[in-house]
């Protein structure tokens, strides 16, 4: 896997259990503000030659009062329209990428299980889509889509030599209105996650050649 040292370090730094046995309602949970966002058509994965590029994401999303970190991956992402022959930065624009979100991935079987019973099937979708746009002044503009909505998110990114990793973040109500997933994914964690399940996740893109 790409920067193995790199995730190794994450993961054991970040990686807490997630196990969420118990699914316990909650009837606390409001009804969050959804800034507009565009609803999308259903989608297939992107046609076209797989890159050759090496990729990797880390997400890391938090849980209880104190925000304590969880981290994790996708053993499924695919990455399409790439221009191979150019430099890095130059190669990603415009190129597709593709995730299976019920190939979570957090080391542990159990939590991966809930993840996806939880989240990611109770999404219109349990796939995420996206696309880069053009890479310049260490910021990059990246369209995703998940549960039918699309946004455009500015991320910053960090190019050295063959290598790139990009950093953002997303918010799965506000930018997704997601309400149906995370409310399941809440009460189910509810005690293990003494009652706060927030709502951002930090992204890290890893691609190298």
């Known amino acids: ?13 970040t990686l807490i259990l997630f196990s969420c046995g118990d699914n316990k309602s909650n009837k606390s949970t409001s009804t969050p503000d959804v800034k507009s966002v565009e609803t999308t058509t259903q989608q297939i994965k992107p046609q076209g030659k797989e890159s050759g590029f090496k ?21 499924n992402i695919s990455l399409t329209n790439t221009k191979e022959d150019k430099p890095l930065d130059e190669s990603l624009e415009g190129a597709k990428f ?6 979570v991935s957090t080391g542990d079987t159990s939590r991966d299980g809930n993840l996806t019973l939880f989240f990611f099937k109770r999404l219109s979708s349990p796939e995420i889509y996206g696309s ?4 310049e002044n ?10 039918g ?12 030599k063959k290598m790139m990793m990009i950093q953002g973040s997303i918010d799965v109500l506000k930018d997704f209105n997601s309400e149906r997933a995370y409310t399941s994914l809440h009460r189910a ?3 293990l996650h003494e009652g ?14």
């Open 1 to 13: 896997m790409l920067y193995n040292k790199y995730i190794s370090l994450i993961l054991s730094v």
């Open 55 to 75: 990729k990797e994401l880390v997400w890391t999303a938090y849980k209880t009062p104190k925000k304590v970190p969880v981290s994790g991956s996708f053993k």
């Open 98 to 103: 593709y995730i299976d979100g019920t190939t």
């Open 132 to 135: 880069f746009g053009k890479f």
């Open 138 to 147: 260490n910021k990059v503009k990246i369209s995703l889509t998940l549960n």
């Open 149 to 160: 909505k699309t946004i455009t998110k500015e991320f910053s990114y960090k190019l050295d």
């Open 189 to 191: 964690c509810y005690d």
């Open 196 to 209: 706060k399940t927030w709502t951002e996740v930090d992204l890290m893109v890893f691609i190298s050649k």
